[in-house]
């Protein structure tokens, strides 16, 4: 399960197994999709940027390759 805390905020966003994003923050969580959506949870915003990060559309396996040159 990938799990990211925001630098500033301290905020724990969590990626589901449904695609959705659950953040907790100051005792409040919520679920968000990837586009900012609100979805469940008395926590109704989120940091867009995190939540593309960590549940947004990924680079194909091929793609992502470190190149020493």
């Not at 959705?20 to 469940?40: I, Y």
């Amino acid at each position: 399960m990938t799990v990211l805390r925001h630098p500033l905020s301290g905020a724990t966003y969590r990626l589901r197994d449904d695609g959705l994003v659950e953040v907790e923050n100051n005792g409040l969580s919520g679920v968000f999709s990837f586009e900012g959506r609100h979805h469940a949870g008395s926590l109704r915003q989120a940091d867009p940027h995190m939540l593309l990060w960590i549940a947004g559309p990924q680079l194909p396996a091929r793609h992502n390759v470190r190149r020493n040159r």
